[in-house]
């Protein structure tokens, strides 16, 4: 099984139509939460904001559907590289399009949880966009400085209350361990200098729960279902969170197939707040993998039997609707990143609305877990 179908991630491919309606000059307020979600005392419950197709309405009908099962959107953005090599507070269209998905994402009610993602969120062993030139190491000084500023102007200029470094970072490590230590060493400064700036921003990485557990038989460590802790406790104490994604369907053929205990370790081995980072179940076969309504119903029942409650910080599930792959493949070839399409296909059917917005099962399940309704 190749290991970009285990890393793989939806990638905001229209992330700068949400401003196409800004005229130029200066931005938009961004409108003021009245509360925010993340002051309930619950796990907020979340999405990424990717459309059903790639268009501007669709945009807007993805954040108004979230706004309606759903506390916080998750944006995971890849580093402006040339931009921000030069400094923290360059002019920067990534910005205004971020600055216009806060918008958005307030009008509905929703409060965000931000990653600053260096790696290609469809391959977690290679960086993403990186100009020619630039060798592909966390030890290169301008990797550092672009990280580093493009975050620290997150920072000031939104505010985020969660604030993620890096997005599946075991997978680099088993792929890149001679370049880890450098990645290490510039998380270690970075979080200082955010919490120096704003010292309430909650800071963590994500991990790749099924690598994590040594289910990926080309870069295991040791047994099949052991926990490489270890991966998790080198951050600390630099951890404010103990995160991870997980895409079950990679592994079990049904989501009554998750073992009972497959999450619920967490619980035991930190005191920390929780969060699942992103994570699915498909609802359809793709590939050599299986897939029905009720797996979806099953995984989000097991995450949230094993470690939903007081310890779960925020939830988000990768997609509210699926998303029609030929609309995407279109601009990804556009981009140069046809290689991807296929690996991007293998989440087409995670939705749990179909791309015409029809529910599936499981956002019943979900919304009733949300509002306190469900029962696991």
């Known amino acids: 099984m190749k290991r970009p179908l285990i890393a793989a991630l939806l990638i905001l491919l229209v992330a700068a139509l949400a401003c196409s309606s800004t005229p130029a000059g200066t931005p938009a307020p961004i409108p003021t939460l009245a509360g925010s979600p993340l002051d309930l005392g619950r796990t907020a419950y979340g999405f990424f904001p990717s459309p059903p197709e790639v268009s501007t309405q669709s945009v807007i009908d993805t954040y108004k559907a979230i706004g309606q099962h759903a506390d916080v959107v998750l944006l995971q953005q890849n580093i402006p590289w040339t931009d921000f090599a030069k400094g923290p507070d360059v002019p920067s269209a990534n910005i205004t399009d971020i600055h216009n998905q806060y918008i958005l994402a307030h009008q509905n009610g929703l409060d965000v949880v931000f990653v600053v993602d260096p790696l290609n969120g469809l391959n977690r062993r290679e960086f993403a966009g990186l100009p020619f030139g630039w060798k592909a190491s966390f030890a290169n000084p301008q990797v550092r400085a672009a990280y580093t500023n493009f975050t620290l102007r997150i920072v000031r200029e939104f505010h985020p209350r969660y604030l993620g470094l890096a997005s599946e970072i075991n997978t680099y490590q088993d792929t890149h361990p001679e370049d880890f230590p450098n990645f290490l060493s510039l998380y270690n400064t970075v979080y200082d200098q ?8 909650q800071v963590f990485v994500t991990f790749q729960w099924e690598e994590l ?22 951050f600390e104490p630099r951890l404010d969170v103990w995160a991870i994604s997980s895409y079950p369907f990679v592994i079990y053929k049904s989501g009554a197939q998750i073992p009972p205990d497959y999450y619920s370790p967490l619980l035991t081995h930190t005191t920390k707040p929780l969060a699942v980072a992103e994570g699915g179940f498909t609802s359809a076969p ?37 998303f029609d792959l030929n609309s995407y493949a279109r601009l990804m070839r556009q981009q140069g990143q046809s290689a991807d399409v296929n690996t991007l296909g293998m989440f087409a059917s995670v939705g749990l609305t179909a791309s015409d917005r029809t529910p599936k099962p499981a956002l019943q399940v979900w919304d009733g877990f949300r509002t306190g309704d469900g029962n696991p």
């Open 194 to 201: 955010v919490k120096a700036a704003s010292p309430e921003t």
């Open 213 to 234: 557990n040594n289910l990926m038989p080309s870069v295991a460590h040791g047994k099949a279902n052991t926990i490489d802790w270890d991966q998790i406790e080198q």
């Open 286 to 322: 793709v590939g050599p993998f299986s897939g029905s309504p009720q797996d979806q119903v099953d995984y989000i029942t097991a995450i949230h039997t094993q470690i939903g409650g007081p310890r779960l910080a925020f939830w988000i599930y990768l997609l509210i609707n699926d």
